[in-house]
């Protein structure tokens, strides 16, 4: 499946790997647009710029500390808690399925999903801002009800793959499921 002509919903190049590790057990992994050091200078600079003419107006070193500090400290939390670099959905079948994100800083989260939790996955549409866009999710069944969904938990939150590639993971997906 790795194919490099695929985008995100922005148009954005990302990448996709799909490991067949045997026949029941697949892993896709969708990796985002990495980081862009134009992007965090212009920011960077932005906000120093906007510093160093209030501190022209002031004359209070105080405004280059604080915009200095800020910058760096909001560089941090955005590369630890926003910034995914890649995302991956591992299914197992008869076991569950596993959803990872790796983030810039290198910090990982992990979810495990039983199979018996699970209803089915499939790829549904939102809209969002003035158009409509398409994402895959596992319905998870209700404990007091077995035939109703409780939730849905989207797949791919941050890279937001387009159509073409949601439809081969859906199909990966749903070749194990029918088999487990």
Same mark, same amino acid.
């Given at each position: @499946?790795? !194919? !490099?002509?695929?985008? !995100? +919903?922005?148009?954005? $190049? +990302?990448? /996709?790997?799909?490991?067949?590790?045997?026949?029941? &057990?697949?892993?896709?992994?969708?990796?985002?647009?990495?980081?862009?050091?134009?992007?965090?200078?212009?920011?960077?600079?932005? /906000?120093?710029?906007?510093?160093?003419?209030?501190?022209?107006?002031?004359?209070?070193?105080?405004?280059?500390?604080?915009?200095? =500090?800020?910058?760096?400290?909001?560089? @941090?939390?955005? +590369?630890?808690?926003?910034?995914?670099?890649?995302?991956?959905?591992? =299914? =197992?079948?008869?076991?569950?399925?596993?959803?990872?994100?790796?983030?810039?800083?290198? $910090?990982? &989260?992990?979810?495990?999903?039983? @199979?018996?939790?699970?209803?089915?996955?499939?790829?549904?549409?939102?809209?969002? @801002?003035?158009?409509?866009?398409?994402?895959? &999710? =596992?319905?998870?069944?209700?404990?007091? !009800?077995?035939?109703?969904?409780?939730?849905?938990?989207?797949?791919?939150?941050?890279?937001?793959?387009?159509?073409?590639?949601?439809?081969?993971?859906?199909?990966?997906?749903?070749?194990?499921?029918?088999?487990?």
């Amino acid at each position: @499946m790795a !194919d !490099d002509s695929l985008t !995100d +919903i922005y148009g954005n $190049r +990302i990448g /996709v790997a799909c490991r067949c590790h045997s026949d029941l &057990c697949r892993e896709v992994t969708v990796s985002g647009p990495k980081l862009s050091l134009r992007s965090v200078l212009v920011y960077t600079c932005g /906000v120093w710029l906007l510093a160093y003419a209030a501190f022209c107006c002031t004359e209070n070193t105080a405004v280059l500390s604080c915009a200095i =500090i800020l910058t760096l400290v909001g560089l @941090m939390v955005y +590369i630890h808690f926003f910034k995914v670099d890649h995302e991956s959905l591992l =299914i =197992i079948g008869s076991l569950g399925v596993q959803l990872s994100s790796s983030y810039a800083s290198g $910090r990982e &989260c992990t979810s495990f999903i039983e @199979m018996s939790k699970i209803k089915d996955v499939v790829i549904n549409e939102a809209v969002y @801002m003035h158009r409509v866009i398409y994402y895959l &999710c =596992i319905l998870i069944k209700d404990p007091a !009800d077995p035939h109703a969904v409780s939730s849905v938990l989207p797949l791919f939150q941050s890279s937001k793959p387009r159509l073409k590639c949601l439809i081969e993971v859906y199909k990966t997906c749903q070749e194990i499921l029918a088999q487990s």
